[in-house]
């Protein structure tokens, strides 16, 4: 299996309610590596810059809103299949329609404050990346 690497966010509505810890423990059970990690708070301008391939999406704003709300902690994960892995400790985007014991159905309220963002490619994943580090902040 191919080790990769993608880029999670702990979103607003999970730094708000303090689960960052709780959350990183989830990832690191199932045997993802945090190989980098920051706190900060995303400007409007960034969250729409991120988001920018939902721009049309009808819940664009919103998103944009809630992202920019309060802080975020932005991650690089590291593992074997880390993009799927990822995805599937996170579970489905609409916290109601994801499996018991995944991140969002355990701690989500709505598909928009579904506490975690995660790469849905390994391409993506080095776009999102590159986004928020520089290669000086990730540490192998
Ligand atoms: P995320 O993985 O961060 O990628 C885009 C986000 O848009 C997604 O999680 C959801 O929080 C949000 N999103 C996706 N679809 C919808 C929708 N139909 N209504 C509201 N928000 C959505």
Known sequence: MPIQKT????????????????????????????????????TRSQAEKFYEVHREKAFFDDLCEHMSSAPVVVQVLCGENAVSKNREIMGATNPANA???????????S???????????????????????????IIE
Do not use: C, M, W, Y
């Open 7 to 42: 880029l999670s966010i702990i979103k607003p509505d999970a730094v708000v309610k303090n689960l960052t810890g709780k959350i990183n423990a989830r990832l690191e059970d199932a045997g993802l590596r945090i190989i980098a990690q920051k706190r900060l708070q995303l």
């Open 111 to 137: 598909i928009e404050h579904n506490v975690v963002h995660g790469s849905d490619s390994p391409e993506n994943a080095d776009i999102e990346i590159k986004f928020f580090f520089s290669q000086l902040e």
């Open 99 to 109: 499996e018991i014991g995944t991140i969002r159905r355990d701690f989500g309220q």
